[in-house]
């Protein structure tokens, strides 16, 4: 009778940590699925505008001119697209080509939302990675 009970056990063991596994990828499924509706909704509500016409300087430019220096954005310049409640739910990590930036606790469907909407406005993604998941701005303006 004691090895049923030890196996019962492991069993109820095996399907705590399935629990606990499941759960993790509910969460990054409704994250993903926040981040894939928010995304239609502004394909939707945003019309695709054309591209500003060149003026005189910028259609001739002469070979060999020096170009203006691309601006490269420092990761105060990142933080401050957030509001200060969006911010401190968040952690920044300056990388070579990217401020990289994570969830500090689980942000919800509008949280998240929001913090999407304003990444891929800074020229930003989402990169899905189930526990690594993060958003990335490119330090690069292009």
Do not use: C, W
Not at 13 to 21: E, P
Request: charged share 25%; hydrophobic share 40%.
């Amino acid at each position: 009778m004691s090895t049923d009970k030890a196996r019962i056990d492991a069993l109820l063991k095996k399907v705590d940590d399935l629990v606990v596994v499941l759960h993790d990828v509910q969460e990054d499924l409704r994250q993903v699925s926040a981040s894939l509706k928010s995304l239609a909704v502004q394909q939707i509500t945003q019309p695709v505008a054309a591209p500003p016409p060149l003026s005189l300087s910028q259609s001739s430019t002469v070979a060999g001119a020096p170009r203006a220096p691309e601006r490269s954005k420092a990761l105060e310049d990142i933080k401050t697209i957030f509001p200060d409640e969006l911010e401190n739910l968040l952690s920044f990590e300056e990388k070579d080509d990217y401020i990289i930036i994570k969830p500090r606790q689980f942000l919800g469907s509008d949280n998240f939302s929001k913090i999407a909407s304003a990444v891929r406005q800074a020229g930003g993604e989402y990169v899905s990675a189930g526990k690594g998941s993060h958003f990335r701005v490119p330090k690069k303006n292009a």
